[in-house]
Structure formats: C-alpha cells, structure tokens
C-alpha cells in the first residue's frame, strides 16, 4: 500500500516508519529455516558477540546476506516495502549491496548495539529496512531511534561512543517493538542503537539499505547496487547546450 501524505510527512519529520503489512508466513519460515541453517553451519562472513568463541549461540550478525541465499532478495524485494520506500525516495530505487545487507542475530544476552547515526546529515538520504524474522520486544532489545535527529543542523560524531544507558542519545530515544514479518524503515542518520537482549531467545532482523537512484550518475552499472524499482535515468545537460535552448 502506497504512504498517504500524512505518512509521508511523519516519516520525513521523524525519521522512521512501521510499515502497516507483513511478511506473508510462508516467506518467513523460508526466511528462518535459511537462517537458523547459516547460523547452525556458522557460514563466513560473521560477526561474533565474542572473537574467541566460535559457536552457533555466538553468532551475532550474518553478513553479506544477499550473496548468500535468493530468499533474502525477495524478501527485500516485496513489493509493498519498494511502495513504501517510494513515497520518500521516489520511483527509482536502488538496493546497496555494500551497506548493511546482514541478519541481526541477536543471541540471547547479545550486548547492545552502540548509539550510532549510520550517515551524515549532509549524504544522500539512505532508507535502513529493518525486515523482523522473529518479534522485537524492549525485553530482547529492539531499536531504539532518536526522532528527527537525521535533521539535526549541529555536527556530532556519528559514533559518539561512552556509556550506552549515561549517553545523550539514551534519553532522548524511543524503542520501537516491532511484531514478527513487520518491516521498519528509517532514515539512517538518525541515531540508533539496540539494547541487551535480556531473553532467552534471538531476536533476528535482516538489515537493507536502499536509496534513490541518482539521475546525474553517468555510468550505470555499478556492481555494488542493484535496481529494484524503476530505471536508471539520465538527466545530465547535454553540452554543447542548444541555442536557442529548447527549455529553461
Ligand atoms: O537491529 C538492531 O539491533 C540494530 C540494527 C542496526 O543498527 C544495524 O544493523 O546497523
């Protein structure tokens, strides 16, 4: 379902938004069985909650997701996400293969996520999707997003480090629980982190990063994005410029 206007302008004044659908069941047990076979077989690349402790409990990002098994493309393909994402980055839209593109684990007890605003406010405008295989709850540590930090007009490390609860970022965030299928998005230089996972169980999320296809590109193909909605337009001024000029 396409953003309504007040969508839209929620989303571009706090930075985030829950899309209203779900992943389908169906998609999800594919997306799950994948996943807990990766993290079974403990398949490179990964990154660990600790360095020196190889073991499945121990996985605590899957990385390089899109290399790996054709469920996660059409997961972040599904057409209502690519909807949504229209409404702030238009009809062409690319999927980056060389920012997130992994499987938050999350083990039970996993250590939080640092405060971090993932671009700078004066970058092209990057939509994190955050797809969740399993429910996100306060308890096993979901996102929490400082709203409309990604419009702070102030420059500050984008990792400022320090205590995760004692920081700045702490109070002035919200956690946002999400149900399992329920897909977040949200403006990546907003600052985020996550909390311990303080349960029993994972709490996995896939991470996707997209952005609007720059029409002033010249070459096309770079291998590091993919194109999962629109073309690749060109909107370069031709030189020499006609004269008289057809238009302005
Ligand atoms: O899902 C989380 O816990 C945080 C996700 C995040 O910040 C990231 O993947 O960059």
């Known amino acids: 379902m396409k953003l309504t206007e007040e969508d839209i302008w929620y989303f571009r004044h706090t930075g985030f938004h829950r899309v209203r659908e779900t992943l389908s069941d169906d998609l999800l047990d594919r997306l799950n069985e994948v996943t807990s076979r990766q993290v079974a077989e403990m398949l490179e690349p990964i990154v ?9 409990e121990s996985v605590r990002r899957l990385s390089k997701i899109l290399d790996r098994e054709a469920v996660y493309l059409e997961a972040g393909t599904q057409p209502f996400i690519l909807e949504a994402l229209e409404g702030v980055l238009g009809p062409n839209i690319e999927l980056l293969t060389n920012k997130h593109n992994h499987i938050m684990v999350r083990p039970a007890g996993s250590y939080p996520v640092p405060w971090h605003s993932g671009e700078e406010p004066w970058e092209p405008t990057l939509i ?3 797809i969740y ?3 996100s709850t306060v308890e096993n ?3 929490r997003i400082v709203p409309g930090s990604h419009h702070r007009p102030f420059s500050h490390a984008r ?3 320090g205590d995760w609860y004692e920081a700045d970022q702490y109070r ?3 956690p946002v629980p999400m149900p399992r299928g329920g897909v977040l998005l949200f403006n990546d230089c907003c600052y985020h982190g996550s909390d311990v996972n303080r349960s029993t169980e994972s709490r996995r999320s896939m ?3 997209y952005r609007a296809h720059d029409s002033h590109d010249v070459l096309k193909d770079d291998p590091e994005k993919v194109i999962v909605r629109g073309e690749r337009v060109y909107t370069g001024h031709p030189h020499p410029f006609p004269n008289p000029p057809r238009s302005a």
Request: aromatic letters at 4%.
């Open 128 to 130: 994190t999707a955050l």
């Open 159 to 161: 990792r400022p480090g």
């Open 207 to 209: 991470t996707l990063g």
């Open 172 to 174: 002035r965030a919200v």
């Open 141 to 143: 540590g979901c996102i």
């Open 48 to 56: 660990w909650e600790d360095k020196e402790d190889h073991r499945p």
């Open 133 to 135: 295989l399993e429910e």
